[in-house]
């Protein structure tokens, strides 16, 4: 019989960890699934849910840092040809949860999925040898809207994720609660535009003139290439001269990269988006029910113990036509200005008028 699971992917502080241990308990917890969660990140020591199988037990990332002096990304691909190397091993580990839904927590170094083989080669061998049928969940902070480039640049990554992995693949805007934290000028577009990423190039053309992430501690750079237009030459100081190539000058030039790589983007027309917050578990039902179609576990889980809950849950999301419904209701819960009091009636209007 085959085994179900996710590969849970994203760059550091995406919420891999913290996805695979909410993703568990949701599972076992509403749709009676046996979950194993496998820690495939041998520099990971402090996981929020107990690992059923831990790749750490064969190596170990601060070891090989300090046996060969490698650095931490040097030593995540050491340990990862390693572990192709002996996925027998890891075969074996995973034998006893032929009966269990898998979820495999991996390194967040993305250049073991967008560049480095060994990734994809070991779970092609595992694939083979367990007959797994695993979905891709490639995470991306959604925090990373307010900033065209950040978003242009982590799209790259979820589309070289999806081409070099080869496997049903579903992108996650994750910790989508943290939008409650911005202004409402910093958001550019709706968030329909960013789950469909449609018109990216438009986006491109805003690098450089939209307002700073309120967390990088700096205003937008087009405003303060145009304070430094005003001052002039006479009168700037060296702080201000050295800083201008880099926030005025090349501008032009950097929007120009972000355009091309925009265009290579939408010319694949493969990444769109799912929002999640982890403690909403309408957000955690939308992805579990894109992942289950995407590596077939929905024909199955219709007829276990909870398959009516199950249909349910499938049956609220709706057809794909009913997208914007759903988009809707993250704008009404986590755009600026939300509020939890807010009534069905005046959240959509009160969401779509923080956007620009």
Known sequence: MPIYGQVVLGPPGSGKSTYCAGMAAFLEGQLDRSVAVVNMDPGNDQTPYPASVDVRELLDAGRVMSELSLGPNGAQVFCMEELESNVDWLVEQLRPFDAYYLLLDCPGQVELHTHHESLRNLLHGLTKQLDLRLTAVHLVDAVHVVQPATFVAATLTSLTAMLRLELPHVNVLSKVDLLKTLAPEDL???????????CLRDL?????RSPA??????????????????????GRTDDEQRRTPKSFVHAERYRRLNAAISEAIEDFGLVSYTFLSIDDGETLGRVIAAVDKANGYNMIASMSSKGAQYDEMVRAQGPPSSIEHLVGDIE???LPGATDEDSAEEAPEAGRDTLR
Request: charged residues 45%.
């Open 188 to 198: 550019p577009y709706s968030l329909q535009y960013f789950a469909d990423v449609s």
């Open 204 to 208: 491109a053309g805003l690098v450089g």
């Open 213 to 234: 992430s309120p967390w990088d501690g700096r205003k937008g750079e087009e405003e303060e290439g145009e304070e430094e237009e005003e001052e002039g030459e006479e």
């Open 332 to 334: 009404d819960k986590y």
